[in-house]
């Protein structure tokens, strides 16, 4: 055995030691077999999802095998065996360590049914003890969903608490956004105006200023009128008065004129 085949093989018992065993469990169904063994074996046959044999310790028991899972190994780790019997029928199948044992049986059951409808011509059953296997079994999964509807009811009532704390979180958020956006849309218009006024400080120098008031005065023989200045020129009243008295201070002016 060379080094990877060691290695391989370690690691698959390390892999087959994790794995749980599922629990084996089985019921019997009396029932007589009224046709011949070969007739059981041909209603078998059409059925594609089992295999079927001929119990090797009993030539008149057949055995009908459905491997619903592996494990590692390959071997057969979640199936069920029925066991055609000549005066009952046996059912034995496994229940994986995560699986309910209820809904388990439930599954098999329904299992059963089927391919004993393929058998109906072969096995006489009676009804009345067919009926208080289903009845039973039918009892426990009831009560099986009854306990896992209330799981999932309580589930479902923490999620709708938790769900309507979301959505009041998200209008907090929403609210304080528009909130946000009133203040941004307030503070976008006071710079529009502040970039307007800027603008308009801007356009003329002092100098310029200066000269377009003394202009003013000569083609208004001598006259000046602030307030109309400072519309054609786009300027502030305050800018155009300050430079006009800076104007009169340094004598380009003789005095205020308004």
């Known amino acids: 055995m060379g080094v990877e085949d060691v290695i391989k093989s370690t690691k698959t018992q390390e892999q087959e030691k994790t794995i749980q065993k599922p629990e084996v469990r ?3 169904i009396n029932a ?10 041909k209603q078998l046959s059409q059925i594609s999802f089992i295999s079927y044999t001929i119990d090797p310790n009993d030539s008149k028991t057949i055995i009908a095998l459905n491997v619903e899972a592996r494990d590692i190994s390959n071997n057969p780790y979640n199936f069920s ?8 029928i046996d059912v034995i199948y496994t229940i994986t360590p995560k699986k309910s044992s209820k809904l ?29 296997i289903t009845e039973n079994i039918l009892l426990d999964a009831t009560e099986y969903f009854s306990m896992d509807y209330q799981e999932l009811y309580t589930k479902y009532d923490r999620l709708k608490e938790e769900n309507e704390g979301l959505n009041k979180k998200i209008k907090m958020v929403e ?7 009133n203040e941004v849309y307030t503070l976008k218009n006071k710079m529009q105006e502040l970039n307007a006024k800027l603008q308009g400080l801007e356009k003329y120098s ?8 003394q202009e003013w005065i000569a083609e208004h023989n001598g006259e000046f009128n602030l ?6 020129y786009n300027v502030p009243e305050t800018r155009v008065e300050q430079i006009l008295n800076n104007l009169i201070a340094e004598g380009y002016l003789e005095g205020s004129k308004g």
């Open 227 to 232: 307030a109309e200045f400072a519309k054609v």
């Open 175 to 181: 609210d304080s956004k528009k909130e946000l956006e």
């Open 26 to 28: 089985g019921f019997r």
């Open 81 to 88: 065996i029925i066991y055609f019997k000549p005066n009952e």
């Open 104 to 132: 388990r049986k439930l599954e098999v059951l329904s299992y059963v049914l089927n391919i004993l409808s393929f058998c109906a011509d072969i096995y006489s059953i009676k009804i009345e003890q067919l009926a208080q």
């Open 206 to 213: 002092d100098d310029v200023l200066a000269l377009k008031i």
């Open 32 to 41: 007589k077999r009224v046709s011949r063994a070969e007739d059981l074996i």
